[in-house]
């Protein structure tokens, strides 16, 4: 057994495929209890690799993980009491109503049978489908089914939630209410939660902590604010017209300049103090006569983090 106040230890995990693949190799990190805590990287990262073993669906190769100090391998019958899984493509059925999809679940996660209508009925209305808890759920956007899936993943009341990309294929809108969803849970309800995401814009709003992890390996960690912090640059971009590779190495050894990267016709900066050095990277340029279409100046993302400890743009397309 482990210190029981960490929702979820995980400590030097790794996980080889029977093909030989690596997915994993050594992550480590820690959620506390109450925390939304997200894993944010691009696909093929080993996110889904590693919520797989937490939930006890997998097995790891090497390292451990604890939930609410129960070892993951050990202990699995406790650690699935513990917890609700919704995989990043799962199994409702779209034959059956919203309802009769809970009902099931309810019957599957052994939830005693005098409080399963009470509870059923509470998360359709909490996850806002009371009103079509009748219908097919092939008549539900893909806002609806996501949010019946999270409600089927809560349905015996676990203290730990794993979502695997919740958000993935959902319109800006219904993200955003899944996302305004997720805070509720976590306030009303104090669940802990740890999603996978390859959106950096899902990571920064709704996630207390995250970790960053890039090719099985966790590069970076700790709250939005503490990871865009890490950069103590600013970012400018220049849009340059022509001979952008010479103008990219004009900049990279002016005092002041951190570091260059081009990126189609632009030129994106780490600099020390952009509102200061902006106008003497501009004449630099013209004296090589080299043009400058336009220039923008902003404050670290956390896509500007993910370049620093990757070496390369996150790519949320793939
Ligand atoms: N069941 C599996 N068998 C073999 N290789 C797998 C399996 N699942 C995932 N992989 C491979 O492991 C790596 C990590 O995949 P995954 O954990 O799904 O990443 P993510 O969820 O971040 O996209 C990828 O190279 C993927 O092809
Ligand atoms: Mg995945």
Known sequence: MQKKEIAINVENLSKTYKNGVKAISGVSFFVNFGEIFGLLGPNGAGKSSTVRILSTLSNLSDGNAHIAGFNVSKSPTEVRLLMGYVAQST?????????????????????????????????LEWVGLSSVSRKLVNTYSGG???????????????????????????????RRKLWNDLKYLQ???KITVLLTTHYLE?????????????????????????????????????????????????????????????????????????????????????RKSIDVNSFSFNSPTLDDVYLKFTGHRFDQDI
């Open 91 to 123: 199994g409702v059925d779209a034959w059956a109503t919203g309802k009769e999809n809970l009902l099931l679940q309810a019957q599957l996660e052994r939830v005693p049978r005098k409080d399963i209508n009470k509870r059923v009925s509470h998360l």
């Open 144 to 174: 609806m089914k996501r949010r019946l899936e999270i409600a089927m993943g809560l349905v015996h009341e676990p203290k730990v939630l794993f979502l695997d990309e919740p958000s993935t294929g959902l319109d800006p809108e219904s």
């Open 187 to 189: 306030k009303q309800k």
């Open 202 to 286: 899902e990571a920064d709003y709704l996630c207390d902590r995250i970790a960053i992890i890039d090719k099985g390996r966790v590069v970076t960690e700790g709250t939005p604010s503490e990871l865009k912090s890490k950069i103590s640059s600013d970012i400018v971009t220049l849009e340059i017209e022509n001979e952008i590779s010479i103008a990219s190495n004009i900049l990279k050894n002016l005092n002041g300049v951190n570091s260059t990267n081009i990126e189609g016709d632009r030129i994106v900066l780490q600099v020390t103090n952009g509102k200061k050095i902006l106008p003497s990277l501009i004449i630099e340029l013209q």
